[in-house]
T-cell receptor, first 112, second 110 residues
Framework: EAQVTQNPRYLITVTGKKLTVTCSQN?????MSWYRQDPGLGLRQIYY???????DKGDVPEGYKVSRKEKRNFPLILESPSPNQTSLYFC???????????FGQGTRLTVV | GENVEQHPSTLSVQEGDSAVIKCTYS??????FPWYKQELGKRPQLIID?????GEKKDQRIAVTLNKTAKHFSLHITETQPEDSAVYFC?????????FGKGTMLLVSP
């Protein structure tokens, strides 16, 4: 089954404790991206990757890192999480950014 | 970068009525305009998309129109049903990023 898998689905953590949210896709897509969704603000792009070893900042990259060592995986790293990073996070993949994006199930992160 | 404005933020209609959601974009180089539907607690899913070389596209009760000169595009849902209730996002793709509007919460009352 074609899918994008994120883990974990829910995470509560404390300020400053490094965490990683994993994202994996099995559709051989080149384009992957991370979004955060906050009430009234819609989906805002954090980082995107057009292919292996190619990543770039989206609209709200501060406080986040990503890597794309393999085509299927695109982890989101929060080196020192802060409460303002409490949000719902979505990973997405697509053949290109001019094609349908397939979203993961979402990760609800709470930083206290 | 690209800026996408979406209106209205909420829309309430009676079952059977039509619903229209409008978006404007700022980057004249944008050439791909998808619409996503997000049901409560679920992930966004594509419902229809349009490319810049097309002015209108239909899929059953859903249609999208694009006016490149005015830089705006709209989603039209006819004969709305309660299961159409969701948040709808428009988006525009320019050189390297997909930018979303803030979303429209559509509520269809029986």
């Amino acid at each position: 089954e074609a899918q994008v898998t994120q883990n974990p689905r829910y995470l509560i953590t404390v300020t400053g404790k490094k965490l990683t949210v994993t994202c994996s896709q099995n559709m051989n897509h080149e384009y992957m991206s991370w979004y955060r969704q906050d009430p009234g603000l819609g989906l805002r792009q954090i980082y995107y990757s057009m292919n292996v070893e190619v990543t770039d900042k989206g609209d709200v990259p501060e406080g986040y890192k990503v890597s794309r060592k393999e085509k299927r995986n695109f982890p989101l790293i929060l080196e020192s999480p802060s409460p303002n990073q409490t949000s719902l996070y979505f990973c997405a993949s697509s053949p290109s950014m001019w094609a349908e994006a397939f979203f993961g199930q979402g990760t609800r992160l709470t930083v206290v | 970068g690209e800026n996408v404005e979406q209106h209205p933020s909420t829309l309430s209609v009676q079952e059977g009525d039509s619903a229209v959601i409008k978006c404007t974009y700022s980057d004249s180089a944008s050439n791909y305009f998808p619409w996503y539907k997000q049901e409560l607690g679920k992930r966004p899913q594509l419902i229809i998309d349009i490319r810049s070389n097309v002015g209108e596209k239909k899929d059953q009760r859903i249609a999208v129109t694009l006016n490149k000169t005015a830089k705006h595009f709209s989603l039209h849902i006819t004969e709305t049903q309660p299961e159409d209730s969701a948040v709808y996002f428009c988006a525009a793709t320019g050189y390297s990023t997909l930018t979303f509007g803030k979303g429209t919460m559509l509520l269809v009352s029986p």
